[in-house]
């Protein structure tokens, strides 16, 4: 990654966790989805599995930014 010498490790870790925290609304809102779709008579499959894609997604991406975060000690 890219160096910004005039962010400190504790500007960069703010950042991070913001970032991460915004993931998990996400992913928490797609999970009402989830939760919602399957409560129909006749869910979606289509838009189960695409819901469920975004969270794997998501998963993933604060999977990378965890790590990031850690480098930072």
């Known amino acids: 990654m890219e160096e910004y010498e ?3 490790d504790s500007e960069k870790a703010t950042s991070i966790r913001s970032k991460i925290k915004n993931i998990q609304y996400q992913k928490y809102n797609f999970e009402l989805d989830l939760i919602s779709e ?3 008579y ?3 499959q289509l838009t189960i599995s ?3 894609k975004q969270i794997d997604d998501l998963d993933a991406r604060q999977t990378a930014l965890q ?3 850690d480098l930072l000690g």
């Open 42 to 44: 006749e869910p979606n």
């Open 67 to 69: 790590a990031e975060l």
């Open 6 to 8: 005039t962010l400190s």
């Open 50 to 52: 695409e819901t469920q």
């Open 38 to 40: 399957n409560a129909v």
